[in-house]
């Protein structure tokens, strides 16, 4: 089974900065997928990103990107021009060759003025 | 297009009762999950199915089951509730194991 760890508890940014948040993944899968989920505090699940492990490039949407180094196992996830509506709970996930999903406990991000 | 929807949005179980949570998704997707979220948790999954009439076990299956008689519908079936399994329980679609998930919105359980 796959092991994603998110070591930041909360993160905090002021508005228009950007701000990185860390995970690091363990799989002994040849082929798997990385996602970067948003949860606000209403609770919904919004995808964000999707990093494939055979991706040459970093994935880019939007303000969002993936920071994927495959040697090191980490997705870090980088949100440029940081907006108020950013404040979530991030939930870093890697999706296994049988199409399961192993999420991170996640990182509280708040986002000031 | 209403993508995964979920019902109830909410209810309260006495221990020992039985509940059905219902999960449908409209866009055709040949994958659905269900995955329940602890408080101050990431999801885990609880069972996935990867077409009509075929399921399987996820990493928390004990206390629930599943079917898959038609792709569009998922429910996940309670037996004999117990306190552990107060959480939230989100549903899933997606159309192939390559692309993201959509999420209902979930089902806030609380078995007391």
């Known amino acids: 089974a796959q092991k994603i760890t998110q070591t930041q508890p909360g993160m905090f940014v002021q508005e228009k900065e950007a701000v990185t948040l860390d995970c690091t993944y363990d799989t002994s899968d040849p082929s798997y997928g990385l996602f970067w989920y948003k949860q606000p505090s209403s609770g919904e699940m919004i995808f964000l990103i999707y990093?494939?492990?055979?991706?040459?490039q970093n994935a880019t949407e939007g303000r969002y990107s993936l920071n994927f180094q495959k040697a090191r196992k980490s997705a870090n996830l980088v949100i440029s021009a940081s907006q108020l509506g950013d404040s979530a709970m991030y939930f870093c996930?890697?999706?296994?060759?049988?199409?399961?999903?192993?999420f991170g406990r996640g990182t509280q991000l708040t986002v000031w003025p | 297009n209403a993508g995964v929807t979920q019902t109830p949005k909410f209810r309260i179980l006495k221990i020992g009762q039985s509940m059905t949570l219902q999960c449908a998704q409209d866009?055709?997707?040949?994958?659905m999950y269900w995955y329940r979220q602890d408080p101050g948790m990431g999801l885990k999954l609880i069972y996935y199915?990867?077409?009509?009439?075929?399921?399987d076990k996820g990493e928390v299956p004990n206390g629930y089951n599943v079917s898959r008689s038609t792709t569009e519908d998922f429910p996940l079936r309670l037996e004999l509730a117990a306190p552990s399994q107060t959480s939230v329980y989100f549903c899933a679609s997606t159309k192939g194991r390559y692309y993201e998930q959509y999420f209902g919105p979930g089902t806030r359980l609380t078995v007391t």
């Open positions: 996930a890697c999706r296994s060759t049988l199409g399961r999903l192993y």
């Open positions: 199915s990867v077409g009509a009439g075929i399921t």
């Open positions: 866009m055709n997707h040949n994958y």
């Open positions: 990093q494939g492990s055979y991706d040459q």
